[in-house]
């Protein structure tokens, strides 16, 4: 049975290879595009989607919530089973992602595109949630004192639905805008 939601889809087929990308050299693993998604697999990509899942379950239909309910065990197996690997992938990661998100900054600099912004910060929420799993911060303060420069606070930029998950305090960046060039 296909689930009605795509993201269940992507999250089944991200879980099923999950060993094999956790004991694998790349960073992003590419997902068959009958998953549901136009997305690969990475653990940045593959938290915010648990995150946006959880929030939404209410809304799914019983047969969709209990599929994820199996998919949230399934994740929680493979956490305690390849926590080291997992830690690795995470940490190599995290390294991508603060590069992404410098490079979106310098180029701000040069070129300011806040509209773009409230989908480049996914890769410093990505940074953050990325540290839960390497239990190692990632080194952001350098491009956060940037970032403040010319961050004006303000409402919270995703739906509603996922305030809770990320507070203020640790995740400022996402309640706000670019105020002004950095």
Do not use: C, N
């Amino acid at each position: 049975m296909t689930p009605a939601d795509p993201r269940l889809a992507w999250y089944a087929a991200a879980v099923d290879k999950l060993a094999a990308f956790l004991l694998s050299d790349p960073i992003v693993w590419p997902l068959d595009r009958k998953a549901g998604l136009r997305q690969d697999l990475s653990l940045g990509g593959l938290l915010l989607l648990q995150d946006e899942l959880r929030v939404e379950a209410a809304h799914l239909s019983p047969e969709d919530r209990r599929l994820l309910e199996d998919l949230d065990r399934r994740w929680e197996v493979a956490l305690r089973e390849h926590a080291s690997a997992l830690a690795r992938k995470a940490i190599r990661e995290q390294a991508m992602r603060l590069h992404l998100w410098s490079a979106y900054l310098a180029e701000l600099e040069e070129r300011p595109a806040a509209g773009e912004y409230p989908q480049q910060v996914r890769h410093r929420v990505m940074l953050e949630r990325l540290g839960d799993l390497s239990a190692r911060p990632s080194a952001t303060e350098p491009v956060d004192l940037r970032l403040r420069s010319s961050f004006q606070a303000g409402p919270f930029l995703w739906p509603a639905a996922l305030q809770p998950l990320y507070p203020k305090d640790r995740y400022w960046f996402l309640y706000g805008a670019l105020a002004a060039r950095l």
